[in-house]
């Protein structure tokens, strides 16, 4: 959604036991960690977790195995405001939880630190609302995932998501064959190994489609220049109101 500043990434955190360092993306390099992303086979910004993900891989390859992972996605430069506290059918992390979940072989997702908060106290997990003359109201951490109570909350929204191997295997496990009713080996099938990279691409789409739908809920009209107009409206509003000012890339 380049119109209006906001910008999507996808990466691969972990494939089978193998998790990278990936480090933190933000306005000022995005371009540079994006084109990093694409240009790694794994879709992986760590150059030793790359390697080593790339070499189990081919190890499983050679064992007829499969392997999972997770993958982060994120939306940089969504307006505060967007989804709803109201209902759950418009809550945004309830919105992407399940277009995430929709997913094939996806079988955990998470907004922010979910899983690692959950073993945290509050003061540590919660991120504090701060005000700076440059962005107004603001926070310096983001264990939310940019969505508070059903809303964004105008930091950048981050999930991640956990695949499980896919079910084909060059080395098939036992299945039942259900016209003599006995127990028998599962038919080999083409198996892909590793299909992490290729989800964390499908879920950069996903989460597109949920913060665009989002969006136009919110700023919706018959044309892409009354959004504009719309968006400008809101914009000047937060400017009064919230003393904010939206980050262009």
């Not at 995932?145 to 998501?161: L, V």
Request: hydrophobic share 40%.
């Amino acid at each position: 959604m380049h119109v209006f500043d906001i910008y999507f990434y996808s990466q691969v955190v972990s494939i089978a036991d193998i998790r990278a360092e990936i480090g933190g993306i933000n306005v000022n390099n995005w371009q540079e960690y994006y084109e990093r992303l694409e240009a790694s086979p794994v879709r992986c910004i760590d150059p030793q977790a790359e390697k080593e993900m790339i070499k189990r891989i081919d190890s499983a390859r050679s064992e007829g195995e499969s392997l999972g992972g997770s993958f982060e996605l994120g939306a940089l430069g969504v307006l505060p405001g967007l989804g709803s506290h109201t209902c759950w059918e418009t809550r945004l992390d309830a919105a992407i939880a399940s277009a995430l979940m929709s997913i094939p072989a996806i079988k955990a997702v998470e907004i922010g630190e979910g899983i690692t908060g959950s073993c945290k106290p509050g003061s540590q997990v919660h991120d504090e609302i701060l005000f700076d003359e440059q962005r107004g109201i603001c926070r310096e951490s983001n264990n939310a995932g940019g969505i508070e109570g059903g809303i964004s909350n105008g930091e950048t929204i981050w999930a991640r998501a956990y695949m499980k191997p896919i079910p084909t295997l060059y080395k098939p496990l036992r299945s039942v064959n259900t016209i003599e009713w006995r127990v028998e080996k599962a038919v080999v099938e083409r198996s892909d190994v590793c299909v992490v990279p290729a989800a964390a691409v499908v879920g950069e789409a996903m989460l597109s489609f949920v913060i665009a739908r989002a969006f136009l809920d919110k700023f919706g009209g018959d044309s892409i220049s009354e959004v504009g107009d719309a968006v400008e409206r809101y914009c000047e509003y937060l400017r009064k109101v919230w003393k904010w000012e939206k980050i262009s890339f």
